[in-house]
């Protein structure tokens, strides 16, 4: 499996920002995706992640401003981020649970078996 992960850049504080991830491998709707950040200096964290059918979950840090989707034909997974702000600025990273197949996504980074590259994302204020 292999991802890439593009859409990052510079924007201003209250500004949006659509991030995608495109998968390669088949049978991509079989797997919970997720999205992760790492600002400098500090762990990478989870945003949020999108199950099989569509469910997601959130950071509370992002819950009401973030929203994932998916396009199984498309093998995508995009985070529309809305309301940034500075402290949103962070490297972001799309992952998958491929190995274990679990049917939620979860908040650990061991869940999570293959990453993306990464884009970053600035926040100015």
């Known amino acids: 499996v292999q991802l890439q992960a593009s859409g990052g850049g510079l924007v201003q504080d209250g500004g949006s920002l659509r991030l995608s991830c495109a998968a390669s491998?088949?049978?991509?709707?079989?797997?919970?995706m997720a999205w992760f950040r790492q600002a400098p200096g500090k762990e990478r964290e989870f945003v949020g992640g999108?199950?099989?059918?569509?469910?997601?979950t959130y950071a509370d840090s992002v819950k009401g401003r973030f929203t994932i989707s998916r396009d199984n034909d498309k093998k995508m997974v995009y985070l529309q981020m809305n309301s940034l702000k500075p402290e949103d600025t962070a490297v972001y990273y799309c992952?998958?649970?491929?190995?274990?197949?679990?049917?939620?996504?979860?908040?650990?980074?061991?869940?999570?078996?293959?990453w993306g590259q990464g884009t970053q994302v600035t926040v100015s204020s």
């Open positions: 999108i199950s099989r059918g569509g469910t997601t």
């Open positions: 491998g088949q049978m991509f709707s079989r797997y919970v």
């Open positions: 992952a998958v649970d491929w190995a274990t197949q679990s049917t939620m996504p979860g908040s650990t980074i061991d869940q999570y078996d293959y």
